[in-house]
């Protein structure tokens, strides 16, 4: 079946707009995450959606992140007055459940801010 | 703070060699471990590692955890050019379930 996707795959923006990134989980996936890759690096939690559950945003770097996602499916990854050190790889991810289920990842969506 | 530590951080061998690739971790109320490859954006998923001393393989890699050290090993035997990737370590909490701490990789390059 279909693959976790994302869009858009690369978005260059300057510095101060607004981006808004977007991911479509595996039908029947509970959970999402949204994860960020700086060069180089590995990948840094961001933030993650169960269910109707509250969701847990205690890896958003600051208030300049939201995410919502809408009818336990597609999720939206916000990023307000975007800065240079927001470039990254947002990789957004969805499994079985929470915990003792891989999490399959989509392709990501490159962020370059000029 | 949840910790993974992965190396080497790169590794270039020639197809053929046998490759190790190390993980060690600290991770509060662990429960299991996980090992990605990563070609270009998406990782894929390799293994997950609940129990000690058990090994798992899939074709020429396998991988098994020792949580009494802390540690897992990925091995890659008789390498080809398509394993060429960031392999990727990450560490599940019972505590803080909803997420992975990863490492920073391992870059291997496999020459011809």
């Known amino acids: 079946g279909a693959g976790v996707s994302q869009s858009p795959s690369n978005k260059v923006t300057e510095k101060g707009k607004d981006v808004e990134l977007r991911c479509d989980p595996i039908?029947?996936?509970?959970?999402l995450y949204w994860y960020r890759q700086s060069l180089g690096q590995g990948l840094e939690f961001l933030i993650y959606?169960?269910?109707?559950?509250?969701?847990?945003k205690s890896g958003l770097p600051s208030d300049r992140f939201s995410a919502e996602r809408t009818g336990g499916s597609v999720s939206t990854l916000t990023i307000q007055r975007t800065q240079q050190e927001d470039s990254a790889v947002y990789l957004c991810?969805?499994?079985?459940?929470?915990?003792?289920?891989?999490?399959?990842f989509g392709p990501g969506t490159r962020l370059t801010v000029t | 703070e949840d910790k993974v530590v992965q190396s080497p951080l790169s590794l270039v061998v020639h197809e053929g060699d046998t490759v190790t690739l190390n993980c060690s971790y600290e991770?509060?109320?662990?429960?299991?471990l996980l090992w990605y490859k990563q070609e270009k954006k998406a990782p894929t998923f390799l293994f997950m590692l609940?129990?000690?001393?058990i090994e798992k393989k899939s074709g020429r890699l396998s991988s098994i955890l020792d949580k009494k050290e802390l540690f897992s090993i990925l091995n890659i035997t008789a390498t080809q050019t398509g394993d060429s990737a960031v392999y990727l370590c990450?560490?599940?909490?019972?505590?803080?379930?909803?997420?992975?701490?990863f490492g920073e990789g391992t870059q291997l390059t496999v020459n011809p």
């Open positions: 991810a969805s499994s079985l459940g929470r915990i003792d289920y891989e999490q399959y």
């Open positions: 039908s029947g996936h509970t959970a």
């Open positions: 959606f169960q269910g109707n559950s509250a969701p847990d």
């Open positions: 991770v509060t109320n662990f429960r299991s």
């Open positions: 609940t129990s000690s001393g």
């Open positions: 990450a560490g599940w909490s019972e505590t803080s379930g909803s997420r992975l701490t």
